[in-house]
């Protein structure tokens, strides 16, 4: 019986889903924006959400725990020195999942998750010109 089980399964074996989730937890802190399924977004958010708690955090320890769910060194520093302190006056809500479309394939919901400043963050820089 499955009486409190509360995971998604998506189909696939545990080291599957791991795999799965470390692998968008990676492109979520690298580009800081990713485009998946609704119910991969919402799997997701809260691991995404941990972390950007644990780098807040900063010790030793937490880096450790980070290294364990996310193997990739440049990634935790990304978190650690670039996304973590951007969040600092903030408790929590780090992230919002935008629903944006429908795949053509298969009908599935789309979304975009992202971190909530990234339009301010990623804003495209004013150029001036100069006299000629």
């Known amino acids: 019986m499955r009486h409190k089980v509360a995971t998604r399964h998506f189909n696939r074996t545990a080291n599957q889903r791991k795999a799965l989730f470390r692998s968008?937890?990676?492109a979520l802190i690298e580009y800081e924006?990713?485009?998946t399924t609704v119910t991969k977004a919402k799997a997701i958010k809260g691991m995404a959400e941990k972390m950007v708690t644990l780098g807040k955090r900063g010790d030793l320890h937490a880096k450790r725990i980070a290294f364990s769910d996310v193997p990739c060194r440049k990634t935790v520093a990304k978190l650690f020195s670039d996304i973590a302190p951007r969040f600092s006056a903030r408790n929590g809500g780090y992230l919002r999942i935008i629903k944006t479309r429908r795949r053509?394939?298969?009908q599935a919901e789309m979304a975009v998750i992202e971190f909530v400043?990234?339009?301010t963050a990623h804003k495209p820089s004013e150029t001036v010109k100069g006299k000629k």
């Open 24 to 26: 968008l937890l990676v």
């Open 104 to 106: 053509l394939k298969d």
């Open 117 to 119: 400043d990234y339009e």
């Open 33 to 35: 924006r990713i485009e």
